[in-house]
Antibody, heavy 118, light 108 residues
Framework: QVQLEQSGAEVKKPGASVKVSCQAS????????LHWVRQAPGQGPEWMGL????????SYAQKLQGRVTMTRDTSTSTAYMEVSSLRYDDTAVYYC???????????WGQGTMVTVSS | DIVLTQSPGTLSLSPGERATLSCRAS???????LAWYQQKPGQAPRLLIY???SRATGIPDRFSGSGSGTDFTLTITRLEPEDFAVYYC?????????FGPGTKVDIK
């Protein structure tokens, strides 16, 4: 079946970087854009950006410009999202999600908890 | 960035009642890129409506979306017990996406 499998929880210190992976299965990876969304504890979702797995083109939320990098490996149908210079308010569940078209997100990964703590 | 505002913040209703949720944008949004999601505790959001009024695969017809420009509405005609959750609108425009703050539908 169509699914997105994300890497496991991470605990990082302020100033460090974290890289989360998202492996797609059950569909043709390069045919669908992939978005990253995060959700801080008790808060609503926050759109982080998207990647076109076909050409690698990206678009990032202005708030995260310069700190976030989205990449992909088409040979393994895996997308990656890296956040650098981590701050305490980067603590959140990070999701990857497939864009079915019309920028609507129909398939979501299970989420990766990233905790920033000294 | 386009800012989305949702109202009310909380909607207290009984099963069988009708729910009307509002999503207002700070500037005009393309209807093609307006979606609604349902989220329950500990779960990822679930796509309900895309392109403002099209139901996603497997979504019951008691869910409907409408609107254009800056005003959009999600309607649940008869609330089922499993519909009590938080609902978010989301838009995409000018290569940027945003989510609204959400409306919680809880049991009265």
């Amino acid at each position: 079946q169509v699914q997105l499998e994300q890497s496991g929880a991470e605990v990082k210190k302020p100033g460090a970087s974290v890289k989360v992976s998202c492996q797609a299965s059950g569909y043709t990876f390069v045919n669908y854009y992939l978005h990253w969304v995060r959700q801080a504890p008790g808060q609503g979702p926050e759109w982080m950006g998207l990647i076109n797995p076909s050409g690698g083109g990206t678009s990032y939320a202005q708030k995260l410009q310069g700190r976030v990098t989205m990449t992909r490996d088409t040979s393994t149908s895996t997308a990656y999202m890296e956040v650098s210079s981590l701050r305490y308010d980067d603590t959140a569940v990070y999701y990857c999600a497939r864009d079915q078209g019309w920028r609507a997100l129909d398939i979501w990964g299970q989420g990766t908890m990233v905790t920033v703590s000294s | 960035d386009i800012v989305l505002t949702q109202s009310p913040g909380t909607l207290s209703l009984s099963p069988g009642e009708r729910a009307t949720l509002s999503c207002r944008a700070s500037q005009s949004v393309s209807s093609s890129y307006l979606a609604w999601y349902q989220q329950k505790p500990g779960q990822a959001p679930r796509l309900l409506i895309y392109a403002a009024s099209s139901r996603a695969t497997g979504i019951p017809d008691r869910f409907s979306g409408s609107g254009s420009g800056t005003d959009f509405t999600l309607t649940i005609t008869r609330l089922e017990p499993e519909d009590f959750a938080v609902y978010y609108c989301q838009q995409y425009g000018s290569s940027l996406g945003t989510f609204g703050p959400g409306t919680k539908v809880d049991i009265k």
